[in-house]
């Protein structure tokens, strides 16, 4: 393999890129950075070859798939850090109008939603379930003002609660 050959590079890669993926995958614990590191490792053997003093390949190629993970672990870290120490360097103001803009948008969307899905229900739902939940009433005014008694109030926020889950899919929520 030090002079070139390329067979041997394939053997290589054959009879050890599999434990060299594990080694650093337990070093990771990231499938897809393991991935990486262990193609950047079979390359670092092959230029590392004639410093290799032919006593226990084996021990030797794990000591570059480690350190090479460590490297790889520690560089993830920094940069970690970095983008950390910059957000927290952005003045609040900027912080709070950024979250508040994302939020107003997210907020709206979700509002329209449940407005629609609302506009779904059953009539007899319907009255009871906007104004419980949009309008915030008690049960005690919503009875009064829909001239029902305080248990029809209950059961039809009860009857509208398990319709809601038997019709309404998660996935028009995600």
Same mark, same amino acid.
């Given at each position: ?6 067979? =041997? ?8 890129? +599999? ?6 995958? /337990?070093? %990771?614990?990231? $499938? ?10 079979? %390359? ?6 004639? #410093? ?6 084996? $021990?030797?190629?794990? +000591?570059? =798939?480690?350190?090479?993970? !460590?490297?790889?672990? *520690? /560089?993830?870290? +920094?940069?970690?850090? #970095?983008? $950390?120490?910059?957000?927290?360097? %952005? ?9 508040? %803009? &994302? /939020? ?5 969307? *979700? *509002?329209? #939603?449940? +407005? ?17 939940? !949009? ?16 248990? $029809?109030? &209950?059961?039809?926020?009860?009857? /509208? ?12 929520? #995600?």
């Amino acid at each position: 393999m030090a002079a070139g050959d390329r067979d =041997a590079f394939r053997e290589l890669v054959d009879k050890y890129g +599999r434990y060299l993926f594990q080694s650093v995958y /337990a070093v %990771l614990r990231s $499938t897809k950075d393991a991935e990486d590191v262990t193609q950047e490792v079979l %390359l670092k053997i092959c230029s590392s070859l004639p #410093q290799y003093q032919y006593h226990g390949f084996k $021990t030797w190629i794990t +000591r570059i =798939a480690v350190n090479k993970a !460590i490297d790889f672990k *520690r /560089a993830r870290d +920094r940069k970690r850090e #970095q983008l $950390t120490d910059q957000w927290e360097s %952005l003045p609040p103001h900027d912080l709070m109008y950024d979250d508040s %803009l &994302e /939020a107003g948008v997210i907020s709206r969307e *979700r *509002r329209e #939603q449940v +407005r629609d899905q609302l506009e779904r229900l059953p009539d007899n739902y319907r009255d009871v379930v906007f104004a419980f939940y !949009i309008e915030e009433k008690s049960y005690q005014q919503i009875a009064d003002e829909q001239n029902i008694a305080l248990k $029809t109030v &209950e059961s039809k926020l009860y009857r /509208a609660k398990q319709y809601m889950r038997k019709h309404w899919k998660e996935e028009e929520w #995600q």
